[in-house]
């Protein structure tokens, strides 16, 4: 099956930025919308971004609208995330999804996550 891998989280200061990668062990991800989700301490998990198997159609959560940038290389087999103007709001495990539709309503895979740690 498919296994995703995040990388790319680390501590950062707001108003700064990271990227955050998720690479996919098979090839059948190129025809998977792929997303991002977050869960900070204490919180539910949450819904991030969407992209559609070919990049066509993208979706943001209103949180991160605007500062968020979601993009993927099915050459690579990688989703990204371009996170501009972070704020400590932004603290949170990042983990990547699949799923067969740009909903992402029931995701089928899910990576380990990546910590996102903004200080003010």
């Known amino acids: 099956q498919v296994q995703l891998v995040e990388s790319g989280g680390g501590l950062v200061q707001a108003g700064g930025s990271l990227r955050l990668s998720c690479a996919a062990s098979?090839?059948?991800?190129?025809?998977?919308?792929m997303g991002w989700f977050r869960q900070a301490p204490g919180k539910e998990r949450e819904f991030v971004a969407a992209?559609?198997?070919?990049?066509?159609?993208?979706v943001y959560a209103d949180s991160v609208k605007g500062r968020f940038t979601i993009s993927r290389d099915n050459a690579k087999n990688t989703v990204y995330l371009q996170m501009n103007s972070l704020s400590p709001d932004d603290t949170a495990v990042y983990y990547c999804?699949?799923?067969?539709?740009?909903?992402?309503?029931?995701?089928?895979?899910w990576g380990q996550g990546t910590q996102v740690t903004v200080s003010s």
């Open positions: 098979e090839r059948m991800v190129r025809v998977l919308a």
């Open positions: 992209i559609s198997w070919n990049g066509g159609s993208t």
């Open positions: 999804a699949a799923d067969r539709s740009l909903n992402m309503a029931t995701a089928t895979y």
